[in-house]
Each structure stands twice: as C-alpha cells, then as structure tokens.
C-alpha cells in the first residue's frame, strides 16, 4: 500500500491522508496506469465513520491523457445518469499537482466484478441497456435542442472523436465517424487512394439511402417519427462489460448486483450504431439481442435492419 497523492485527496474530499491507501499491484496498461483507494470517511449524516473505495487511472502522456480521461468521465456519468449502477459515476479528472501538470488523472467509483454468489441476479445488459437506449440524450446547451453528438471528444481506442454536433444522424456518421476515422488513418499509415474512394462513396451514397433524414423511423408507408438521439456506450464489447456492482460509494441504490459497462466512447447517436459495434467483435448471443429488442424494437425500416448494422460495424 502506498499514501495518496495530495491531489486525489483533494479532488475526493478525503479529510484525512493516514486514513487512506493506493493499491497499484498488478494494475495497469500501455497508456494509463492504476489503482484502487480505500479511504475512511465521515458519513454524510455525522453519525460516524464509513469505508469508501475508489479506483484510479493515471497517465504521464500529457495533452492525449487530458482529453482522453475528460471524454471517459463525460462518458461515464452520461451512462450513469441514465441508468444509475449500470457504471461506475466518475468523480474527479484533472492534472496531477504532483507531476508539475505533466501526468493526469481519472477518479471514479469503484466496480467490483465477477463473483459466481452474483449470477442469475440483479437486472441483464439487455434490460439496462435497453433502458439506456430508450431514454433520450439531454439537449445540445448551446441550442437547447436534442441533436447527435457529444459535448467533449472521446476515444475508441486510441483514435480520437470529436464528435461536433449534427441535427442529422446521417451527417454526424458520415463526417464524424467514417470520414473522420478515414482522416485518421491516413495521417498515422498515410494515404490509399482505394481505401478513400470506398470510404468517400459510402458516405456519400450507402449513409444517404439508408440513413437520411424522413427515411430512417419511417415505414415504407411513410408512417413514423424518425429517431431520438440516445446515450450509447460507443464502445461496447465483451471486453467492456461484466457481471458485478459498483461498491463503497455511499449509495446503496447506486449498489445493486447487475449486468455493467464501463470504457466508454459515449456520444448520443442511433441506438442501433451500438449493436454494429457489438456484432462487429461478437461475445453476444441470439438470446440476448432478442431479449433486448423486446424493449427496444428494430427502428423502422425494419427490412433494413441487417443492412444498417452491417453499416455500424465499418
């Protein structure tokens, strides 16, 4: 066990520094590193002491690490608002003091996963995520309307998405996602002249028919309300979700056993744009997709359901 920087007791209101410990064995990445604080806290209602836990990311590589731990603490809190416990709520981000704003941080509650006493309770990841997909994403504050986007760029990956705002969903996969994620490409692997004109044409022609505006929410009658903007994960794979519960937070309605997600890429998009992403890398089953279209239906029109997620997975 090691003493908490100053800065995380801080940033987490923590009052005492000799009641508080980091944990960093056996934890961490190429890009992050981190840890998990036990810390003793007064309760909220004075009547003593209670044990909180968090966990921690850092990472010394500056600007990249600025944006990207900004992005994932968007990222979680949107989800949590939407479906408390479905991940953890992210606390506190921001530059290390100790690392003279070189090195930054990312604090949020912590998820405890797996546990054989945890299966068969709690609610599914078709249930939570279905209620994340049913609940619409809160109004762009610049125009007050809802609109496809994210407040902050976020990162699938390492590559990054700044996810400015379109009224269109159309226009935001097109320029936002597949032009974009082209642009990055190039400028790390250079230019393919093949590889941009595909790119190019199915912006321009496949995103248009099966995407467009008055066309996608509507039946071949012409009957329906296009699509709302949701909350999705944006990065969501086996690998980013688990069986288990978020603990020591000091809510216990936050506390209870389920399916979760965490790593998230938020942005607030077409629901379906999250399942392209799940088939794309697999780990889930008939059985859930059927479940979770019990609360969320495929978006009409649903003849071209398959084609739109095929579309998801570029």
Known sequence: MAPVPATLLRALSIPDPAKASLSTAGLGSGFTNTGAIRATVPRSDGSGEEERRYFVKTSPNGEAAEEMFRGEYESLNAIATSVPGFCPRALAWGPLEESAGTSFFLATEFLELGGAGRRGR????????????????????ATGRRRFGFPVPTFCGDTKQPNRFCDSWADFYANERLLTILESSETRNGRDAGLRDLVERTARTVVPALL??????????????GITPV????????????????????????????????????????????????????????????????????????????????????
């Open 212 to 225: 467009r505006d008055g066309h996608l929410g509507y039946d071949r009658d012409g009957n329906g309300q």
């Open 122 to 141: 709690g609610d599914t990841l078709a249930q939570r995520l279905g209620k994340l997909h049913s609940t619409p994403a809160p109004p762009d504050p």
């Open 231 to 314: 909350v999705v994960h944006g990065d969501l794979w086996s690998g980013n979700a688990d069986r288990g519960q978020i603990v020591g937070s000091g809510r216990k309605d936050d506390e209870e056993v389920g399916d979760v997600v965490y790593d998230p890429s938020a942005c607030y998009a077409h629901s379906e744009y999250e399942l392209g992403i799940m088939r794309m890398f697999g780990g889930f089953g008939s059985a859930f997709f059927a479940a979770y279209h019990k609360i969320v239906p495929k978006t009409e029109p649903v003849e071209e359901y398959e084609d739109r997620v095929r579309l998801y997975e570029l």
